[in-house]
């Protein structure tokens, strides 16, 4: 549900705030802030989004959900799963990717009942009221044990897709049968609705949903003065690697603490500059935010029909391209939506054979004396890549969020009318302004300036086409110019730094774990390609995941 630094700091969009900590700001961190501002000043629209570092949190468990809540229909179901058989598990699960799942299911090491409890003891035993509580996961799905004990139970000969009997979490922005889709946002707090298209195509290959994920609520395109990760139905998610120090980013708060807590065997986020890329960086995991049209985005709660799109979010570069390969398809009632012939198991095809010999890729100067990053392109050397040095084009992106707010302003209602629960009478971003008034403490803490910012802009569609036209042009430029000056096959970002970008050109983009700070504060080499080349951003980033082994799993949660 964030590119350039300036919008690194705050939206769904643009992910996290451009502090590391929520604590501190350290000097060079502010150079580049100031760097990425000014590369946007003549959006006006910018200074209606705040850079506050925020060292306290107003909220920090939800005033609208109790933990109880969450568990009451699956606490009984979970009565036989004991913490011996936890302990048992946990050196079998923790940490393993999906293929190694699989294997111990196939030789019977356990099977699809006993992972899925095993995931949901570990949820309710780590995620809210205690002291190591994230906040990071907004349901679970009462039916998954059963479900999961049908898949142990029926014929699974046919089950060829390796996503089959995975627990998955979404992103409360992704509409799920049994379960409330909102957002974060009290107003769709009884929004119960059926599946959304990519949920169908994970339950096609035998996906379990366990559960939904927290997010920053409607996106982050709600408050403006809000921390990443706040909603007021799910409450301030926290990091697994500092607690109320390091930012989580946003919007796909939940998803990338998560995947990054092992709370699930992968997660799904969305994007729509730098929601999946700011969270999967800032918690040491990997996130892909694909070409858009490649992932149906039908049934999602939106920000912008012009730019949003969902993607995976996973501990390793090879789950992250078996979750990429069961959720892609068409969708007709799609409109950005296109067919592609690719067969299952394209994206994991001949991944582990891969090679960087004679690629060529992009990387900023004004990166290369970030000290992972420089690590990280010598490790890309060392596997045979070409590292070709570039000055970033002079373009900016007028309007941005001028396009957010129009594009809402017609995409809500259209989500309202043809997929929300029809009981909700709220349809507009107006509506449910008025809706939030009525008990701000509660459902607004941190105020709700950008809604109004999309309720005020008096933009038309022919003005929106304009604004579309120019970013496109702009995003595509951005990145193709050097790529056709130096033969490059990709290009060298960190985090969500380039989001916004890669999110106007509607390329693709990937970031995979490269490192922590001396403070502890993971970053994410992100790669960069051109439309439709998410398998050779996975096959670039398997090399260098594997060459690094770069990730750590958060300490106080093995």
Known sequence: MRYIIFLFTFLFVFSCKNTTTSDSKTSKETSETDIDNAEADNDSDLSAI??????????????????????????????????????RLKPLILEQD??????YIADGTFNYQELTKFYLYRIRKFDR?????????????????????????????????????????????????????????????????????????LKSKGALILGKANLSEWAYFFCGDCPSGYSAVGGQTLNPYGRRIIDTGGSSSGSGVAASANFAAA????????????PASQNSVVGLKPTIGLVSRSGIV???????????????????????????????????????????????????????KGK???????????????????????????IVEIEEEKLELPNFIRLLNLDMKKDLPAYMDNYANKDISLRTVS?????????????????????????????DANYLERVKDTLSTNGKQYFDVPMKAHNL??????????????????????????????????????????????????????????????????????
């Open 50 to 87: 705040s850079t506050k570092d925020f060292r306290e949190f107003k909220v920090l468990d939800s005033k609208n959900l109790t933990n109880s809540e969450i568990w009451s229909e699956i606490n009984p179901q979970l009565e036989d799963f004991t913490e011996a058989e936890y302990e």
């Open 98 to 103: 999906i293929p190694a799942l699989q294997k």
């Open 129 to 201: 009221e205690n002291p190591l509580s994230l906040n990071s996961v907004i349901a679970i799905n009462p039916d998954v044990i059963k479900e999961a004990q049908k898949l142990d139970t029926d014929d699974n000969s046919n089950a060829i897709h390796p996503i089959f009997g995975m627990p998955i979490l979404l992103k409360d922005n992704i509409n799920a049968s049994g379960m409330v889709t909102t957002a974060g946002a009290v107003a769709l707090k009884d929004n119960m609705v059926d599946d959304a298209f990519i949920v169908k195509q």
């Open 267 to 278: 997660t799904i986020g969305s994007e729509t500059a730098g929601s999946i890329l700011s």
């Open 302 to 356: 939106p920000i912008s029909s012009t730019l949003d799109t969902a993607g995976p979010i996973t501990r390793t570069v090879m789950d992250n391209a078996i979750v990429m390969d069961a959720i892609f398809g068409e969708d007709q009632s799609d409109e950005k939506s296109f067919m592609i012939m690719w067969e299952s198991g394209f994206y994991t095809k001949d991944l582990k054979s891969t090679s960087l």
């Open 360 to 386: 060529r890729f992009g990387a900023p100067k004004r990166f290369l004396e970030d000290t992972l990053y420089a690590n990280a392109l010598s490790v890309l050397k060392q596997q045979g890549a070409e």
């Open 431 to 459: 509506d449910v302004i008025d809706f939030n008034l009525k008990d701000s403490l509660k459902v607004m803490p941190y105020g709700q300036k950008l809604f109004q910012g999309i309720a005020d802009d008096t933009g």
């Open 489 to 558: 096959d990709g290009f060298l970002s960190i985090n969500n730094r380039h989001a916004a970008f890669a999110a106007v050109a509607e390329y693709p983009a990937l970031t995979v774990p490269m490192g922590y700070t001396g403070e502890g504060v993971p970053k994410g080499l992100t790669f960069i390609g051109r439309r439709l080349q998410e398998k050779q951003l996975l096959e670039w980033a398997y090399v260098y995941e594997q060459a690094s082994k770069a990730r750590v799993a958060p300490k106080d949660y093995n």
